[in-house]
């Protein structure tokens, strides 16, 4: 497993990323992406009723999909979630270590900086390793993706994995494509339609 620090990995397109995610998924696996950039992007690659774009609380990508993991243990869940968010909810990390939940992927996008708020740098910039923070946390099955087709290599492993999995990438400062449409009540009602409780 790759567990080098970000800085020696390849530096790629959260777009292209997240468009190579969603080409993976064949069994209405549920994505829930977290605020800003990374949302934009899940939504620029088409609006699949199990996609959940969080909007307004940063850090919350990976708290709802571990809910979601819990409620609907035969569903594959992923999370989207860029650096500043996941610094804000580290302790999320130990929870869902603890809880261990099988069905459970998570994709860190580091860039680097708290990009939707003006570029002020995180501290993942220049001193935390968030693929160390989790497997320091108990995620065990954590690591840095080298380049886009290790990406997709640790994106189909985490499809049939045992076990929560955290894939860390670092990206650039590219700004989102396109614009979630700002409609919680619609997103909520949506996303409970497309995991089948409405």
């Known amino acids: ?10 530096v790629m ?13 064949k069994n ?34 990976f708290p709802i999909a571990l809910g979601v993991a819990l409620a609907q243990p035969k569903r594959r869940v992923i999370a989207l979630e860029g650096d500043g968010s996941l610094l804000m909810q580290l302790g999320c990390l130990s929870t869902i270590a603890t809880l261990k939940p099988k069905n459970l ?4 996008m580091d860039n680097g900086v708290y990009q939707i708020t003006g570029s002020q740098p995180t501290p993942a910039a220049a001193s935390a390793d968030l693929i160390g923070i989790a497997l320091a946390s108990g995620l065990t ?29 670092r990206i650039d400062d590219k700004p989102g494509t396109g614009n979630t ?7 909520r009602e949506r996303f409970m339609q497309g995991l089948g409780v409405r």
Do not use: C
């Not at 497993?1 to 390849?10: F, G």
């Not at 700002?182 to 997103?187: A, F, G, L, T």
């Open 13 to 25: 397109n959260r777009f292209d990323l997240t468009s190579r995610l969603v080409a993976k998924l």
């Open 1 to 10: 497993m790759n567990t080098s620090p970000a800085r020696n990995t390849k």
């Open 141 to 169: 099955n954590s690591s840095w993706a080298a380049d886009e087709e290790d990406f997709e290599r640790l994106i189909e492993q985490s499809l049939v994995s045992d076990g929560p999995m955290l894939i860390g990438v």
């Open 105 to 108: 992927a998570m994709v860190v």
């Open 181 to 187: 449409r700002r409609d919680p009540v619609q997103i």
């Open 28 to 61: 209405e696996e549920a994505v829930v992406g977290g605020i800003g950039n990374t949302n934009f992007d899940l939504w620029a690659t088409g609006q699949r009723a199990q996609n959940f774009y969080m909007l307004g609380s940063m850090g919350l990508a």
